[in-house]
């Protein structure tokens, strides 16, 4: 009998569900202004937007992490999972929101919408450039971590030709260089109401130059990245750097503190704040990772109700496997008629046995709506609250 094993995925860690859920609250309370619900002078609304810094620091972990652990244990990655994955975690809820949005005028927040193919080819964020005015604007982060998707791998896998600790970090270093020298560049030729002056107030079209385009906006990205290849290629150094992970917490929220002195003069900051103050947020926003990502840190022990392991119903596992399990499938053929039931104990490899196909197929059938609703609901929100 011929027997397939399949490595099992990583542990789920409740912190980072827990900064994940912080990070979405964030975001949609710093939009209540717009429906009145709260004072748009307030701390929290004031700085809303570090949320979405905060996806794009947890984005880059969680994503490099996943390209990067195979390298680590001596594989390749599976890319064809790992687009599949992406893309079904996406696309069809997007897919969705953005049909509302161009058969139902009513539902937009504004009368005009950029083009429909840039949000189809996720570069609403690129020129011509987003305005504050058109509608489903804020679709502007998912479109940075859709195009981080498309190329993290492929520079993962140009750097895996000849893989050595030196070149990955003097990679992140430039990258992370050049980006703050694009935003001190733009701010002063653009943005500076006296062009060169970094003495100047911002003036010209500071969020459709800097604050949205990805090449501008890779710092929160980076980061993740960095501890992620920390992590999977140098344990040690992983173990030492998060042996006190509530010393890491505490490090990383007040570094969050002081970027909102950093960024006193809100989204459309100065010339310094804008050169240097997104590495800063970025770099105090992983060390909470990081604690988040350690089970002993006060954010990591407990787990956020309605984040745990959802139970494999209907169609639910054709988009996001969630088996904690190892796995393992005989080779053994199944008579006409028949269908796998999948059954599991720990510790053991899991094994096919054969149930009629009309009450396995009747059951899916049956559950299948209500899960699959309950996936696009969640999947919805998470959505929207990126933007």
């Known amino acids: 009998m011929e027997t397939t094993a399949f490595r099992a995925p990583a542990p789920r860690l409740p912190g980072l569900d827990l900064i994940r859920a912080v990070a979405i609250a964030w975001v949609m309370i710093s939009h209540g202004p717009l429906f009145g619900l709260i004072s748009e002078d307030h701390w929290i609304v004031r700085y809303g937007?570090?949320?979405?810094?905060?996806?794009?620091?947890?984005?880059?972990?969680?994503?490099?992490?996943?390209?990067?652990?195979?390298?680590?244990?001596?594989?390749?990655?599976?890319?064809?999972?790992?687009?599949?994955?992406?893309?079904?975690?996406?696309?069809?809820?997007?897919?969705?929101?953005?049909?509302?949005?161009?058969?139902?005028?009513?539902?937009?927040?504004?009368?005009?919408?950029?083009?429909?193919?840039?949000?189809?080819?996720?570069?609403?964020?690129?020129?011509?450039?987003?305005?504050?005015?058109?509608?489903?604007?804020?679709?502007?982060?998912?479109?940075?971590?859709?195009?981080?998707?498309?190329?993290?791998?492929a520079v993962v896998a140009l750097i895996a030709l000849k893989p050595?600790?030196?070149?990955?970090?003097?990679?992140?270093?430039?990258?992370?260089?050049?980006?703050?020298?694009?935003?001190?560049?733009?701010?002063?030729?653009?943005?500076?109401?006296?062009?060169?002056?970094?003495?100047?107030?911002?003036?010209?079209?500071?969020?459709?130059?800097?604050?949205?385009?990805?090449?501008?906006?890779?710092?929160?990205?980076?980061?993740?990245?960095?501890?992620?290849?920390?992590?999977a290629f140098r344990p040690r150094t992983w173990a030492r750097l998060t042996a006190r992970p509530n010393l890491l917490l505490v490090a990383g929220l007040a570094g969050v503190v002081a970027s909102s002195f950093v960024f006193n003069n809100g989204q459309n900051a100065r010339f310094w704040a804008t050169v240097f103050g997104y590495p800063f947020l970025s770099f105090s926003i992983v060390l909470i990772v990081m604690a988040a990502a350690s089970p002993r840190s006060l954010i990591g022990r407990y787990r956020v109700p309605g984040c745990g392991r959802p139970r494999r119903r209907g169609l639910q596992h054709l988009f996001e496997p969630q088996n904690r399990l190892p796995l393992a499938t005989t080779g053994k053929a199944t008579p006409a008629g028949m269908a796998p039931a999948v059954r599991a104990r720990p510790g053991c490899a899991w094994r096919v046995r054969p149930r009629r196909s009309a009450l396995l197929g009747g059951r899916a059938a049956f559950l299948a709506p209500q899960r699959s609703a309950g996936w696009a609901f969640a999947q919805l929100t998470r959505c929207r609250s990126e933007g």
């Open 49 to 153: 937007w570090f949320g979405v810094d905060l996806f794009f620091v947890l984005s880059g972990f969680l994503i490099a992490g996943q390209l990067l652990r195979p390298f680590a244990r001596g594989e390749r990655p599976d890319y064809a999972r790992f687009f599949s994955r992406r893309l079904l975690r996406t696309l069809p809820v997007y897919l969705v929101v953005v049909a509302a949005y161009f058969a139902i005028p009513g539902v937009r927040d504004h009368p005009n919408i950029a083009p429909l193919w840039q949000f189809l080819t996720f570069t609403e964020n690129v020129p011509p450039w987003p305005t504050p005015g058109l509608a489903f604007s804020h679709v502007w982060s998912l479109c940075v971590e859709e195009q981080f998707y498309l190329i993290f791998p």
């Open 164 to 231: 050595t600790p030196s070149r990955v970090t003097l990679s992140i270093v430039l990258v992370l260089i050049m980006g703050m020298l694009l935003r001190g560049y733009l701010w002063l030729r653009f943005v500076a109401e006296t062009p060169f002056d970094i003495a100047a107030d911002p003036h010209g079209p500071f969020m459709q130059l800097i604050y949205y385009p990805t090449d501008t906006r890779l710092d929160g990205l980076l980061m993740g990245v960095a501890a992620a290849a920390i992590q």
